[in-house]
């Protein structure tokens, strides 16, 4: 959701905090901010709109300093504004705070601020958190770091946090329970960031906060402590992530190049863990409790969004070779039921950015009844890979399209290798099958280079179809979850409404939508329920529904029926959403492109959900 950035060193502070919040912009991007102390003065600036429009709106203002602290926000309490916009000051205007996340109990702190004379200017559960340190700092005579540490003893809710006071001109405050905090560690300089983005062109090592833990930056040194008091050792860790993988690299948008990057990026997912010619296949974060796994009763797969929808894929799987039951989860209703969770039953947790809120408080409460998690993450180092007990990365690279596509293709192959693996272990998937399967995973990268290839016929199609009002998205089996992402990415980019269904289940229901006008994706490629798909063309024929046809390559029947036809080679149908993906994620950029949208920032959505 929002994207903060800080900043304390040797440098002017302002060109390093706004860069950052362009690389965090793809997080929040309804309005953004910077403060600096300049002139011993505690100035902050705020603009509705873009960083873009942020940085017109302070030139020829007096920035430098060697302190600051920006954000880019998402909003949740109040509308997007310039008075909603953090950062936030305290009523002395001597402090300021940047947030994401929620606090809970604000209305009941604010209650008491208001009492005792406090008054706001925005509608934010942030701008009462200041007022409270500021309250707790003069009441208590306290200096920063103990005025925000006793604040965050009560307060209720998810915060990553940087506070700066005009009078401690050398020292940032930065705090986190439930949203990300990243601090890198430079030489005589320190960056905070809510991911890794803005802080990799600086330095590579890095300190993740943990929940209840406050980091003070103060005259050169960081210290932690969490919010019962107690110090820590801040534990520096190696980032893994290039600056060429966060820039678009001569790509119109990062969603075009996260696409195109898929043969990489699988191969990526693959490399060091499977190879084919030695029936080679190890996924080194699954040891400890690979055998909890194998002798699972149940598997529970948590998710939200298109990490369900790869869930789903992975619920074929596992049953297919594992023989074990799946039932596949959104986070958001499994978290708020009281499910039945048995000893012997698994989790498994997919999040590309590992950040969920709903996925993370699911993982804590199947947790808490004595579950076993394997979190598939894309963001190493991110709360869910921290919260899980062993789990394996999708190791896609930084994924800055709000919009999911690379990261989707590494999750299905990563799924794919765990549950080949398990069902060797477990004898229920003939050696035979399993090293055909290995294979074929292997030659994934070059099948979905192929589907790339597609691109110009798919940009005619999408020429064609810019103005639909609906799209219906068909597919059974491994495709029904391919439906289901296809219509995803057309909506959340488009904002054309799309559905995706099981082939099946049209005539019991959606089948009443389809006229001359209604476009009807169905993904077709050979498998064992072709004979049926095709009998679902011809029912969308028969009400003159616009059929476009993925199918396999050398498909004589299908062209026959559908008005146009995308051809996608041939692949063992249970890898195959690998592959039919791809089209339909082109689809969705060119429609989405042609019709003005905003690619990278759809209206709305934010990259990271760390609010429920
Ligand atoms: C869709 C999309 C979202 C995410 C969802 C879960 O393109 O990106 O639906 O898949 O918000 O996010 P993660 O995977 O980060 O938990």
């Given at each position: 959701m929002c994207g903060i950035v800080g900043y304390i060193g040797h440098r002017d502070a302002y060109p390093v905090v706004v860069k950052g919040l362009k690389r965090l912009e793809y997080r929040g991007y309804d309005s953004a901010g910077v403060a600096v102390i300049n002139e011993d003065k505690l100035k902050t600036y705020k603009k509705q709109g873009k960083v873009a429009d942020l940085e017109e709106y302070v030139q020829g203002k007096q920035l430098e300093s060697n302190i600051g602290m920006g954000h880019t926000r998402w909003a949740t309490h109040?509308?997007?504004?310039?008075?909603?916009?953090?950062?936030h000051a305290s009523s002395n205007h001597k402090l300021a705070i940047i947030h994401n996340g929620i606090i809970e109990n604000y209305d009941a702190i604010k209650k008491e601020l208001t009492k005792k004379g406090h008054t706001f200017t925005s509608q934010t559960d942030t701008e009462v958190l200041i007022h409270f340190i500021?309250?707790?700092?003069?009441?208590?005579?306290?200096?920063?770091?103990?005025?925000?540490?006793?604040?965050?003893?009560?307060?209720?809710?998810?915060?990553?946090?940087?506070?700066?006071?005009?009078?401690?001109?050398?020292?940032?405050?930065?705090?986190?329970?439930?949203?990300?905090?990243?601090?890198?560690?430079?030489?005589?300089?320190?960056f905070l960031a809510s991911d890794a983005t803005p802080i990799v062109e600086y330095t590579n090592e890095v300190v993740y906060l943990n929940d209840f833990e406050i980091a003070v930056i103060k005259d050169d040194k960081l210290s932690i402590r969490n919010t019962q008091d107690v110090p820590t050792n801040p534990y520096i860790q190696t980032l893994d992530m290039e600056l060429e993988a966060i820039e678009k690299g001569g790509f119109e948008h990062f969603m075009l190049k996260e696409i195109c990057e898929q043969p990489r990026s699988i191969a990526d997912c693959m490399r060091g863990r499977l190879n084919a010619a030695d029936g080679y296949l190890r996924?080194?974060?699954?040891?400890?409790?690979?055998?909890?796994?194998?002798?699972?009763?149940?598997?529970?797969i948590i998710a939200c969004g298109t990490s369900w929808h790869a869930g789903l894929v992975a619920e074929y799987m596992f049953e297919e070779f594992c023989r074990i039951p799946v039932e596949v989860e959104y986070a958001s209703e499994f978290r708020y039921r009281n499910p039945v969770i048995n000893e012997g039953d698994v989790v498994i947790a997919i999040s590309q950015s590992g950040e969920t809120a709903d996925t993370l408080a699911a993982i804590e409460l199947a947790k808490s009844k004595g579950a076993i998690i394997f979190g598939v993450c894309n963001v190493v180092g991110s709360s869910i890979s921290r919260a899980s007990h062993e789990g394996a990365y999708t190791h896609a690279g930084p994924e800055i399209g709000v919009a999911s596509t690379k990261a989707f293709t590494a999750q299905l192959t990563v799924l794919s290798m765990m549950a080949l693996r398990t069902a060797h272990n477990r004898g229920t998937i003939s050696l035979s099958k399993y090293k055909e399967l290995l294979v074929e995973l292997e030659n994934i990268p070059s099948k979905v280079e192929k589907a790339l290839q597609l691109n110009d016929e798919i940009k005619v199609i999408s020429e064609i179809f810019k103005d639909a009002r609906n799209f219906l998205y068909l597919g059974r089996g491994f495709n029904f979850p391919v439906a289901l992402e296809g219509a995803l990415k057309l909506k959340e980019i488009s904002y054309i409404h799309a559905e995706?269904?099981?082939?099946?289940?049209?005539?019991?229901?959606?089948?009443?939508?389809?006229?001359?006008e209604m476009p009807v994706v169905v993904i077709a490629t050979r498998d064992k329920s072709y004979e049926k798909i095709v009998s679902n063309i011809q029912e969308v024929r028969a009400r003159k529904g616009r059929v476009i046809a993925v199918v396999t390559e050398?498909?004589?029947?299908?062209?026959?029926m559908a008005e146009f036809v995308i051809e996608v080679p041939a692949v063992n149908e249970v890898l195959m959403p690998l592959v039919s993906v791809v089209p339909l994620q082109l689809l969705s950029y060119h429609i989405a492109v042609m019709r003005g949208c905003n690619v990278d920032q759809p209206r709305n959505l934010a990259k990271s959900v760390t609010v429920e």
């Open positions: 109040g509308p997007p504004s310039d008075e909603n916009a953090h950062p500021e309250d707790i700092k003069l009441h208590e005579n306290c200096s920063l770091e103990e005025a925000v540490r006793l604040a965050l003893t009560q307060v209720v809710g998810a915060y990553a946090i940087v506070v700066m006071n005009e009078d401690e001109p050398n020292t940032l405050v930065a705090a986190r329970k439930g949203s990300p905090l990243v601090i890198g560690v430079g030489k005589g300089e320190f996924l080194g974060g699954i040891r400890e409790y690979a055998k909890k796994l194998e002798n699972a009763d149940r598997i529970i995706g269904y099981p082939a099946a289940e049209m005539k019991h229901g959606p089948i009443a939508l389809i006229d001359e050398g498909d004589d029947v299908i062209p026959e």
